[in-house]
């Protein structure tokens, strides 16, 4: 698959008649395989990869991924979405974020989660990932800052926890996952912030 497939030039739908659009629910999927959601510049598809394993595991090596049931809409809410039956197949690069779910993991427990953890520092960010901002929680290993994600790097998407995404000043809907997975090809910018605000921490007197 072309990197700019997924571009509106190369295959956009039609123009929606000039009347207020609902919003878009998410199809349900019914195709075996594990749960996708992902965004790109222009698109949001939901649909099943034919994989086994991990979803961030997937994404990351890199390879074409085997979709099946796509559905498609565009990232703005002007339309609902439609069956994309021609759509067989995603390449990772194209993808902006991936929302992961509890059904796209294999399920742990909670002494696995703790050792996914483990010696790793937690930090609050937001990410710049044009057209998109993302706000969550990262883990790093110590001496490893979270502007350091801009930096070449193995894995391709990084996760992020507690996350929620904005296009412009619209949160995207249907968010409430587990973890984002950030494509780091198209990480811009990387600030720490206080989760409740949003927003860089205010300087402490003399700091």
């Known amino acids: 698959m072309p ?4 571009k ?8 929606p ?19 996708f959601d992902g965004l790109t510049e222009e698109w949001r598809l939901v649909g099943a990869m034919q994989l086994e394993g991990r979803l961030s595991d997937a994404l990351n090596k890199r390879d074409t991924i085997p ?19 021609g759509l067989k197949s995603i390449d990772p690069y194209d993808l902006i974020i991936v929302l992961a ?18 010696h790793k520092i937690s930090y609050d960010v937001a990410l710049e990932v044009p057209p998109f901002r993302v706000i969550g929680t990262v883990y790093l290993f110590p001496g490893s ?19 929620v995404a904005y296009f412009g000043d619209e949160l995207i809907s249907g968010t409430q996952v587990d973890v984002f997975l950030v494509n780091r090809r198209y990480l811009r ?10 927003e860089a921490p205010p300087r402490l007197p003399g700091g």
């Open 3 to 6: 990197f700019d497939f997924l």
């Open 8 to 15: 509106k030039s190369k295959g956009q739908p039609p123009e």
């Open 17 to 35: 008649d000039p009347v207020e659009q609902p919003v878009a629910e998410i199809p349900t999927v019914k195709a075996k395989g594990i749960p």
């Open 67 to 85: 979709m099946a049931d796509v559905s498609w809409a565009p990232i703005d809410g002007s339309e609902p979405f439609s069956p994309a039956p």
């Open 101 to 118: 779910g509890e059904g796209s993991l294999p399920p742990l427990n909670d002494d696995e989660k703790a050792a996914h953890r483990v």
């Open 145 to 163: 800052e979270p502007e350091r994600l801009l930096d070449r790097a193995t894995e391709m998407f990084v996760p992020v926890v507690d996350a």
């Open 189 to 198: 910018g990387v600030e720490q912030v206080d989760r409740h605000t949003g």
